[in-house]
């Protein structure tokens, strides 16, 4: 078919075989098959445009699996190939296909200034092609990188356009992508019923479909909105199950997640124990994938760990490292976070003042999540008393 020139049949073969494996969640199998297909590709010659998109095409797709394995150099050097083969096409669907999974690498290593760069270049791309499902997938994208810098308004707006735009185009995957960066939104912003909402549409809609993936990160979502509103029983069910689900179909970035809801359960109950554990298996995991976000989480839990049982140097020491993290990947909410956990850690050392100072600097911040903020007030309302 390559011979003859059929690309529009390749495309939709390719994309079909795809979204087959993806849809069930078979990401290694994923990996294999599409391995096999552009060993076969490359022994055609790279000077037939047709081999070279092909090639391109199968890269990037096989890229989506390897990023599903949090194997990020392996699919970042998928990408990078596919670019190099498109490196003097201005414009094609392979193209902003390439760059969007790269702006995906960038943001799930908390690299969210170039994740921000290569989703623009993709929407620029996918623009130009007037490819209104790459225009929605891009859109969702720079929302969910707004949001984790503490952007709130321009994630909601960037999310909602995307959904608007995959709602008028039947594109119901964009759609719930769309939705899913909107529950972030309200929940950071304390709207947790609706959140709820968001995240509940997001767990019936990929159940309904098997994709396992998709429940399984709505399934995290829920359980820290569920434990945002002081049901700790629901928020430690919907990390099990997600975990569950992530351990079976090999997914690190939803293991290390599960991990790490279950220790923030645990720190709510004051098993302290139980939280270091949660927190130490999560670690390893984010260290492994070089996420720097998920680094300075389970620190951060570790800190609270440490001053809960009177080692104060100890905190500090976890504190520090896990700004240095946040400082890296400029997540200002995370940045928030920090600054309430230095209030706690002076607190315990029985320094009114400083604590007073962190806490009224952790409500300031203009990124400070609604569930902070909240602890803020109560701790500050302490201290003033």
Not at 19 to 34: A, D, I, R, T
Not at 130 to 153: C, H, K, M, P, V
Not at 302 to 327: G, H, K, R
């Amino acid at each position: 078919m390559v011979k003859n020139r059929n690309r529009p049949l390749i495309r939709i073969l390719v994309e079909g075989l795809y979204l087959y494996y993806e849809s069930k969640s078979w990401f290694e199998e994923g990996v294999q098959v599409f391995e096999q297909a552009i060993e076969k590709v490359r022994e055609m010659t790279l000077a037939d445009a047709q081999a070279a998109f092909l090639l391109a095409d199968l890269l990037g797709k096989q890229a989506v699996f390897y990023r599903q394995l949090s194997q990020y150099v392996l699919a970042s050097s998928r990408i990078e190939e596919g670019l190099k083969l498109l490196h003097d096409q201005v414009e094609s669907a392979e193209k902003a296909f390439l760059t969007l999974q790269m702006a995906w690498i960038c943001f799930l290593q908390a690299r969210y200034l170039e994740a921000q760069a290569w989703a623009q270049e993709s929407l620029q791309l996918s623009q130009a092609l007037d490819n209104l499902r790459g225009i929605g997938d891009s859109l969702y994208l720079l929302g969910w990188t707004a949001y984790e810098r503490g952007q709130f308004n321009e994630a909601e707006t960037l999310c909602s356009r995307a959904k608007t735009i995959c709602e008028e185009i039947d594109y119901e995957w964009g759609s719930q992508y769309a939705l899913y960066g909107l529950g972030l939104v309200k929940h950071a912003q304390g709207h947790t019923d609706a959140a709820q909402r968001f995240f509940l549409q997001n767990c019936h809609f990929c159940e309904e479909r098997e994709y396992r993936w998709g429940a399984a990160l709505a399934q995290i979502n829920l359980g820290l909105v569920e434990l945002s509103r002081g049901d700790k029983h629901t928020a430690h069910q919907f990390f099990q199950c997600s975990l569950h689900t992530c351990q079976e179909i090999g997914n690190p970035w939803g293991i290390a997640q599960s991990y790490k809801g279950l220790g923030y359960v645990a720190l709510e109950e004051r098993d302290y124990e139980a939280a270091r554990s949660y927190a130490e298996q999560s670690l390893h995991l984010y260290r492994q994938m070089e996420d720097q976000d998920g680094i300075a989480d389970c620190l951060l839990i570790l800190c609270q760990v440490a001053y809960a049982n009177d080692q104060v140097a100890l905190a500090w020491e976890y504190l520090t490292t896990a700004e240095e993290m946040v400082a890296r990947s400029q997540n200002r909410f995370r940045e928030a976070r920090t600054f309430y956990q230095r209030a706690k850690i002076y607190l315990q050392e029985g320094d009114q003042q400083q604590a007073a100072e962190w806490l009224q600097k952790t409500l300031h911040h203009p990124a400070c999540e609604w569930a902070i903020a909240q602890k803020a007030r109560i701790d500050l309302q302490r201290v003033s008393d």
